[in-house]
Nanobody, 122 residues
Framework: QLQASGGGLVQAGGSLRLSCAAS????????VGWFRQAPGGERDFVAS????????LYADSVKGRFTISINNAKRTVYLQMNSLKAEDTAVYYC?????????????????WGQGTQVTVSS
């Protein structure tokens, strides 16, 4: 089970840190991803990390601004979001899947947390 939190309202240029806490069994072979969905839009890939923390991947739109990290002791994945823009406004979801294949593909993730709203005012 995944629990996402940390969303809120922030001004453009500001920062937020999202958390995704995992309960139940986890495996170093699993991947955790962050996705986002704006009103009327598709659920898009944002970033992913494997539980060992050795591999990360970012969408081009957030590269250099967002950082995904993991605290294995707390079984929590973080998404640090800096230099936020109005177009980052969306509901953010975390999800997990076995392995590192197809990490960009929404449908390849089998466990999803509830979303957390991020609103960036311009």
């Amino acid at each position: 089970q995944l629990q996402a939190s940390g969303g809120g309202l922030v001004q453009a240029g500001g920062s937020l840190r999202l958390s995704c806490a995992a309960s139940g069994r986890t495996s170093s072979s699993y991947t955790v991803g962050w996705f986002r969905q704006a009103p009327g839009g598709e659920r898009d890939f944002v970033a992913s990390i494997n539980w060992s923390g050795g591999r990360t991947l970012y969408a081009d739109s957030v590269k250099g601004r967002f950082t995904i990290s993991i605290n294995n002791a707390k079984r929590t994945v973080y998404l640090q979001m800096n230099s936020l823009k109005a177009e980052d406004t969306a509901v953010y979801y975390c999800a997990s899947k076995p392995g590192w294949t197809n990490v960009l593909v929404t449908a390849s993730y089998d466990y999803w947390g509830q979303g957390t709203q991020v609103t960036v005012s311009s």
